[in-house]
């Protein structure tokens, strides 16, 4: 007999859309829960013209679509949340109190409801009503001009008219949403010795803000050491990433490359490594250049040098160790057959 998944009997009413609180709600789906994704009527959620993006943010969910202007829609509305242990939205702050549908107007009916509001800056305060989309919060929190000062793995050459990197990977939609759904966990767990329910404000800009705790511990000393030890190493086929944080790592990558002289120069002896950086890359690249990224990843990981080769996308699906471990579901629609990830733990 299959045993139940953690979160059945769960019912998540998610009126969020595009992608930090539907991957939350998907989320919690997986886990069990019984989600229904209410949209606007006759629009939809606004990633519903691409269907794979979509199965992979909302697959598992029921869905309705109501217009929550309406009377009508607001009394179906509040009978879904009647219903529901979880709320989710994405709203910008004050368009669910207009609807009627805050927190503040239905927790009178439902005080163990615990709801959640995912923003880009939160609930309240002076940037409260500000648009945001994932880069917006990647720039706000600092995470992109740290990111570039690692890349260059020198602070000092990085101008004040450089132009910061405009990245399209939706870092804070993919992270807040984890953090919202540990928070309800956290939330459901306090209801079961109090009763009562909770309303949770997360934000994307402090979920980005959580990525550079180094930074901003930097940022309030006068002269702090910089961040290094992480080396893309180019090979004839591609490059490798190599992590060089302790001495064993060290002498691991001194052992891999036949090069024993490198653990007394004096360049390389400890925090030199850092600031001495660039040197070491071509050290390595004597040694790596003219080998396959196939044949530097096995000779580092025969010395226990944390590394990995560049994957793509694509790469992805044909990994022996994703495959092994089940990271993708094959799904089929008018679109024909693809792959969407699975949640990144699994439970015994």
């Not at 943010?57 to 009394?75: H, M, P, R, W, Y």
């Not at 901003?216 to 004839?236: K, M, R, Y």
């Amino acid at each position: 007999m299959p045993v139940a998944k953690p979160l059945a009997g769960l019912k998540v009413a998610d009126f969020s859309m595009v992608y930090a609180g539907p991957i939350c709600a998907r989320m919690l789906s997986d886990c069990g829960a019984s989600v229904t994704k209410i949209e606007p009527l006759g629009l939809g959620d606004t990633v519903r013209g691409n269907a794979r993006i979509f199965a992979h943010f909302n697959a598992g969910k029921s869905s309705v679509q109501i217009d929550l202007g309406s009377t009508e829609g607001q009394e179906l509305a509040h009978r879904l949340i009647d219903e529901a242990d979880v709320v989710i939205e994405n709203y910008r702050p004050g368009v669910m109190q207009r609807f009627g549908l805050d927190y503040a107007s239905v927790k009178g009916r439902r005080p163990d409801l615990v709801y959640c509001s995912i923003s880009g800056f939160g609930q309240s305060g002076p940037a409260a009503q500000r648009a945001a989309y994932a880069p917006v919060a990647h720039a706000a929190s600092g995470y992109d001009i740290a990111h570039m000062r690692a890349q260059i793995h020198d602070d000092t050459q990085v101008g004040e008219n450089d132009r910061p990197p405009a990245s399209g990977i939706m870092i804070a939609d993919m992270l807040t949403g984890a953090y919202a759904f540990g928070a309800i966990q956290t939330a459901l767990l306090g209801r079961v010795s109090s009763g009562l329910g909770d309303h949770i404000d997360i934000t994307m800009l402090e979920s980005m803000m959580m990525l550079i705790p180094g930074q901003q511990q930097a940022a309030q000393i006068a002269n702090a050491p910089s961040f290094g030890g992480f080396l893309p190493v180019a090979t004839t086929s591609g490059f490798v990433m190599l992590c060089i944080v302790s001495d064993k790592n060290f002498a691991g990558l001194c052992a891999a490359i036949e090069r024993p002289d490198l653990q007394t120069d004096p360049r390389f002896v400890r925090i030199a490594r850092i600031r001495n950086v660039r040197d070491l890359v071509t050290e390595v690249e004597r040694w790596s250049a003219t080998r396959t990224v196939e044949e530097c990843e096995a000779e580092f990981d025969r010395h226990g040098v944390p590394c990995s080769r560049y994957n793509t996308a694509a790469d992805l699906f044909d990994e022996p160790q994703l495959q092994h471990r089940g990271a993708f579901t094959l799904f089929n629609d008018d679109e024909g057959d693809y792959f969407v990830q699975n949640l990144p733990f699994q439970f015994a």
